[in-house]
């Protein structure tokens, strides 16, 4: 068994890796500003080459998503935006972090 901080330094090392071939492999990168707000749908917008749009939500960017999806396609962008700007109003005024995420035992 490894010891506590050398799993807790691997964990770290593969989500960088992942956030490394998350851009790597986006169509484009967008900056949220750029995107356009589509009431009815509740979710930022921006074109796709094939005619669709990527999507995100206001949600999603809350909890931290960075990638938009096209649903016409596999394509998705990076979305470039401060996480502070969607923050929950009450923990950005109280600077509260979200809460941890429970272990569920799955019998």
């Known amino acids: 068994m490894l010891p506590k901080t050398l799993t807790l330094f691997k964990e770290a090392a593969i989500v ?3 956030k ?5 492999m986006s169509y ?3 900056e949220i500003e750029d995107m ?15 005619g669709g749009l990527f999507r995100i939500t206001r949600e999603e960017l809350r909890l931290g ?8 396609c ?3 962008i990076a979305v470039i935006y401060n996480t502070e700007d969607f923050a ?9 972090e979200p809460p941890k995420r429970q272990p569920v035992a799955v019998a």
């Open 16 to 18: 960088q890796d992942l």
């Open 20 to 24: 490394t071939a998350r851009d790597q």
């Open 28 to 30: 484009d990168d967008a």
């Open 36 to 50: 356009e707000w589509n009431e009815e749908l509740q979710a930022f917008m921006y074109p796709c080459p094939c």
């Open 65 to 72: 998503e960075e990638i938009a999806r096209c649903p016409s």
């Open 74 to 76: 596999s394509l998705y």
């Open 88 to 96: 929950d109003s009450d923990r950005k005024n109280k600077n509260i």
